[in-house]
């Protein structure tokens, strides 16, 4: 299912092979994630077009051709992670951009994730 488009521009510190814009969660991963972190979709999954399209912050990730999207949502100032693998010129032409996984997380981890992992973008003054 289509969950919504990304900036090809902005995300060009990740890669400049994308091929698309669209963004997909598949049924699978949906079920990952409802397996792993309970309600965060239900309660959350409606921000994931904002999360997409403004970023507080993309950072690399551990495989090629993803990154980590971060971002601060108006709905209880919660934190949320997104990971994001980008379909590439070499991927199978019914390939899409595919939502990997989707949660909510803490303060702590957040600037874990800040301070650790290299920042590709960030819509924040450094």
């Known amino acids: 299912m289509i969950v919504g488009t990304i900036d ?18 598949t049924d699978r991963q949906l079920a990952h994630i409802s397996g792993r972190h309970s309600q ?22 551990n495989k090629p051709n993803s990154a980590v999207l971060l971002k601060e949502i108006s709905y209880n ?13 070499n991927d199978p032409t019914d390939y899409k951009n595919s939502i990997i996984t989707f949660l909510k997380i803490r303060e702590k981890e957040w600037n874990r994730l800040i301070n650790n992992k290299k920042i590709l973008y960030s819509s924040r003054q450094m």
Do not use: H, W
Not at 13 to 22: I, L
Not at 52 to 58: E, G, M, N, R, T
Not at 77 to 89: A, C
């Open 8 to 25: 090809l521009e902005m995300f060009k510190c990740v890669s400049n092979d994308m091929a698309t814009d669209e963004v997909v969660i």
């Open 40 to 61: 965060d979709y239900e309660l959350y999954g409606a921000f994931i077009p904002d999360i997409l399209k403004k970023p507080d912050y993309i950072l690399e990730a």
């Open 77 to 89: 100032n919660e934190k949320i992670q997104l990971v994001l693998r980008f379909k590439t010129s």
